[in-house]
């Protein structure tokens, strides 16, 4: 049934009215603004870019912490290596360098073909026996090869180094604590390196197995084998302790930096779009870092210590945690530069708004004329409208805020999620006529007030 005319004008009136009033306010609040002056601007600019500046140094921090502190996310950091061919390769060669030192098969099998021409034997067969010698001991050298080659490439090795992974953290923590009997040494020159000698104990092991008992010959091996080589390593030390305390309190920290200087900004809605793109370009510089310290690294390392192919595979697992977080955190800050942009005062931002505001009014105007519509519902949630979208936003950071790893696939998600949820509220959310009952659908598609004005109430909700 429609709605008489004067109680439609009367209702115009009210509506006029109270937008009048919010627009009285709003321009109060910009006046009150304008009379901060660039005071403000100051400080909430270094606010913002002291925050964008310390993101890099949280990811770091974090990792840092992270790694010496767990023992799962050590293990986790590192395990891989055993599976990758060109670190199976590396701790090949060095381990048969170590077989092949402290057992001289060619010696042995010349001792061994030695004692066979002392039993007089025929000339033809000393002669042939001497043109064996020397396919024997190559044999005899592959096999060992082949021993030590099939180990490592083997299960068993993956389990030896998941142990001696977990056996290891607590020596690593030991040796970042200076502990000078620590089993992952940090040298005065930087370099750190870990133990071969459980690896040749357990080659030694098998070729005995396999009957080739000279093997018992090899001695216990205490080497050091050195994987990496940095300054840094160093004062890894000294920075020990500054991470355990500072990796808790540096994220809110920076956080604290940037909401502050957003609050106290003339335009927050800009001032946040800005500090998004800050960290952004913040993060993109990081890993622009983490490229060029590949580079670098593996100059250091290879060819003196490693081939290169395993100083970029150990460097890329070193450093995958901060890589994947810096382009998570790219993307959250872009993010939320996006949507702070989408909230501002900007000309283009505000079309945008009033036209979401159009579609999901027509939409629900069409739904009402063919008899679909939320009733009263609908109006509980317009009436509650700013709390489920602050229960949206709140619920949207804590997964992103809680959930580690944090990786660029849960942001976009999340925040996908979000805006669906935010779709669906602006969708079923039905404003109420001035009577305070839901407005009736008619069969001109009226629901109680004019289109315009249900366009003009969802533009302002925007």
């Known amino acids: 049934m429609n709605v008489p005319v004067d109680d439609e004008i009367a209702a115009l009136r009210a509506e006029n009215e109270r937008l009048r009033a919010a627009l009285d306010e709003t321009l109060a609040g910009r006046h009150d603004q304008g009379r901060r002056g660039f005071g403000w ?13 310390l993101a890099p140094v949280v990811v770091v921090t974090t990792w840092a912490s992270r790694e010496t502190s767990s023992t799962a996310a050590f293990v986790e950091t590192f395990s891989p290596l055993a599976r990758d061919p060109a670190v199976q390769s590396f701790i090949t060669a060095k381990t048969n360098d170590v077989v092949d030192e402290h057992l001289d098969v060619r010696q042995l099998t010349g001792t061994v073909f030695d004692g066979l021409r002392q039993l007089d034997l025929p000339p033809r067969a000393a002669s042939a026996l001497t043109a064996l010698e020397a396919p024997a001991s190559t044999g005899v050298e592959n096999l060992v090869h082949q021993t ?31 502990d000078q009997r620590a089993a992952v040494a940090i040298a005065a020159d930087g370099s750190i390196g870990i133990q071969l000698g459980p690896i040749v104990a357990e080659v030694k092991q098998r070729l005995i197995d396999q009957g080739l008992g000279f093997a018992s010959r090899i001695p216990v091996v205490d080497r050091t084998v050195v994987i990496a080589t940095s ?42 779009s800005l500090a998004g793109i800050g960290v952004a370009i913040a993060m993109a510089v990081t890993m622009l870092g983490l490229a060029f310290g590949r580079v ?5 390392l290879a060819p003196d210590l490693m081939p290169r192919n395993a100083a970029r595979v150990i460097y890329d697992t070193v450093v995958a945690f901060v890589l994947s977080a810096s382009v998570a955190i790219t993307v959250l800050a872009l993010a939320v530069a996006v949507t702070a942009w989408f909230a ?4 283009p931002a505000v079309r945008l708004r009033a036209g979401w505001g159009r579609l999901t009014a027509g939409a629900r105007r069409a739904a009402e004329v063919r008899g679909v519509t939320t009733g009263r519902v609908g109006v509980e949630l317009d009436r509650f409208r700013v709390p489920l979208l602050v229960l949206v936003a709140v619920v949207a950071a804590a997964v992103i805020a809680l959930h580690r790893p944090l990786s660029p696939g849960l942001i976009v998600w999340t ?4 805006l669906v949820a935010v779709g669906i509220v602006d969708l079923l959310a039905r404003p109420a006529s001035t009577d305070g009952r839901p407005g009736q659908a008619s069969r001109d598609g009226d629901d109680g007030v004019s289109p315009d004005r249900d366009d003009q109430l969802a533009t302002n909700r925007g």
């Open 344 to 347: 501002g005062s900007s000309r």
């Open 41 to 53: 601007v100051i400080p909430s600019a270094a606010l913002i870019v002291i925050g964008a500046i």
């Open 296 to 300: 670098v690294t593996v100059r250091a």
């Open 148 to 178: 030590v080659q099939r180990f490592v490439a083997s299960d068993a090795f993956t389990t030896l180094w998941d142990g001696a992974l977990r056996t290891g953290h607590a020596q690593l923590v030991r040796s970042l604590t200076g």
């Open 415 to 418: 925040l996908v999620s979000s």
């Open 231 to 272: 300054d840094a390593a160093v004062r890894a030390e000294t920075a020990y302790a500054l991470v355990q305390v500072t990796a808790a309190w540096l994220p809110w920290l920076a956080v604290a930096c940037i909401g502050i200087g957003v609050v106290m900004a003339r335009r927050r809605a800009r001032a946040l």
